[in-house]
């Protein structure tokens, strides 16, 4: 048994080595690498802001929807709400390159919803997203937004639901629309729903949009609308397309860029390297030979898997300690100090 086991092992062992001999280092680009200076600068100055916080009263804001968001309990605004509301709430076009948890659907929500226009029903935002999932996401943050606003309707339409309801709640009127691309092109062109007295045209999550195959829909649809429209086009990411899209049709835009909270430190290098669950070990132990190190830390799945990685590498002569919520505080605590004072 441990015979055959030993064979396992050694053809496992000569398989990682050949794969190590021909390891390509694939150095994972970080997208968010490219930060502009300004943003950085933003960063660092963080607790020098921190000290001249900028408030949601002090933006301009309809009183109505300040009040709503007060019950939300929404204080301060992030980064892309400082940025974008002034601009939105002068008529600005946009183009945001934030990711998703950032704020965004307040960063547009809030100054659109403070330039609606009260006394008139016919359809004022449109608002693209992706999925019925976010579309309905939306609708219900701006309805929470607006709740004080009277007289006041969002409509979220989207494919595999009746176009009846939709229909007849169109008809009643909606200030916003949100919709994903394909329903709203199916409205538009049924004379359902009606654009040319559109302000505002917001494009959430542009990027996956166009993963989904919707960017032509989404060009139809900005060609449906009013000339002196504004847009506002939000992405995680800035591929080509998305570029020429903004290029073409958005209005001398202010850009706002996020750095993302999960952004990796440009002096971190990122590898992988693909290996089945039976030479996992093999190769982890190769590379500590291979790769010279001070310290290191090795995150697994569960806690089991923590103890057994620590068992085999102690039996292969590898100092070592498991870390995880089983292990008590005190001695979690001295392990780290101890990883802390190698080097
Ligand atoms: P995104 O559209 O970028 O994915 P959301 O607008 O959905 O992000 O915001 C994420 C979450 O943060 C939501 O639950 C939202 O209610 C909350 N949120 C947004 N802005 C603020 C704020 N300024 N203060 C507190 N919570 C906020």
Not at 329 to 335: A, Y
């Amino acid at each position: 048994m441990s015979k055959s086991l030993d064979n396992i092992n050694e053809q496992a062992i000569e398989d990682v080595i050949n794969k190590l001999q021909n390891f390509e280092e694939t150095v994972v680009k970080n997208e968010e690498s490219d930060i502009e200076p300004e943003e950085l600068n933003e960063e660092q100055t963080k607790s020098e802001e921190q000290e001249n916080l900028v408030l949601f009263s002090d933006l301009g804001l309809d009183e109505d929807v300040l009040r709503a968001i007060k019950d939300l309990g929404f204080e301060t605004p992030s980064p892309i709400q400082e940025r974008s509301i002034g601009p939105l709430l002068d008529g600005h076009d946009i183009l945001g390159q934030a990711q998703t948890g950032t704020g965004k659907t307040a960063a547009f929500g809030l100054p659109l919803l403070s330039r609606v226009d009260r006394k008139a029903t016919h359809t004022q935002i449109l608002i693209l997203a992706p999925t019925r999932e976010l579309a309905i996401q939306v609708a219900e943050a701006c309805q929470s937004f607006a709740k004080y606003i009277p007289h006041f309707n969002v409509l979220p339409i989207y494919g595999g639901a009746s176009y009846e309801v939709q229909v007849k709640a169109l008809n009643k009127g909606a200030q916003v629309v949100v919709g994903t691309p394909g329903r709203v092109m199916d409205m538009i062109k049924r004379g359902k729903l009606k654009l040319d007295k559109l302000s505002s045209l917001v494009l959430d999550e542009a990027d996956e949009m166009l993963r989904m195959g919707f960017i032509e829909d989404v060009e139809w649809i900005i060609e449906q609308c009013p000339e002196d429209r504004q847009i506002a086009l939000f992405s995680a990411t800035m591929p080509d397309v998305i570029k020429r899209v903004a290029k073409q049709y958005l209005n001398s835009p202010i850009e706002v860029k996020i750095a993302s909270k999960t952004t990796t430190a440009t002096t971190v290098r990122q590898r992988y390297w693909l290996v089945s669950g039976l030479h996992k070990i093999d190769a982890l132990t190769r590379l500590l030979e291979v790769e010279p190190y001070d310290a290191l830390i090795i995150f697994t799945r569960t806690k089991t898997e923590a103890e057994e990685l620590t068992n085999r590498l102690l039996a292969r002569g590898h100092s070592c300690e498991a870390l995880h919520g089983d292990i008590p505080q005190k001695i979690r605590e001295k392990t780290i100090e101890r990883l802390k004072m190698v080097n």
